[in-house]
Nanobody
Framework: QVQLVESGGGLVQAGVSRTLSCAAS????????MAWFRQAPGKEREFVAA???????SYAESVKGRSTISRDNAKNTVLLQMNSLKPEDTAVYYC????????????????WGQGTQVTVSS
């Protein structure tokens, strides 16, 4: 059974950095893409960043330039480092995985974590 467990959320002040972590287990994740999505209250879930097994990365425009996604294939973990956090980054952040290459469409991800709350105060 695939399990994704996120950690690293919390209440932070605007302008600081925060790193989210996701640990995946339950199967081999070779050739799987790993991604982060987020959902703010009253809004749809949106793509944040993704990384392929080969290391290719993609980012949403809203976080590009101030976020870095990385993965450790040996440990089945994916990190999302976010810098210069803004109040509009406040959301529940979800880790997701899918076979094949990354896509920004959340409906194409088969496995999801429970999410970790990030709240950015101004």
């Amino acid at each position: 059974q695939v399990q994704l467990v996120e950690s690293g959320g919390g209440l932070v002040q605007a302008g600081v950095s925060r790193t989210l972590s996701c640990a995946a287990s339950g199967r081999t994740f070779r050739n799987f893409a790993m991604a982060w999505f987020r959902q703010a209250p009253g809004k749809e879930r949106e793509f944040v960043a993704a990384i392929n097994w080969s290391g290719g990365k993609s980012y949403a425009e809203s976080v590009k330039g101030r976020s870095t996604i990385s993965r450790d294939n040996a440990k089945n973990t994916v990190l999302l480092q976010m810098n210069s956090l803004k109040p509009e980054d406040t959301a529940v952040y979800y880790c997701a995985v899918r076979g094949g290459n990354a896509t920004p469409r959340y409906g194409e991800y088969a496995y999801w974590g429970q999410g970790t709350q990030v709240t950015v105060s101004s």
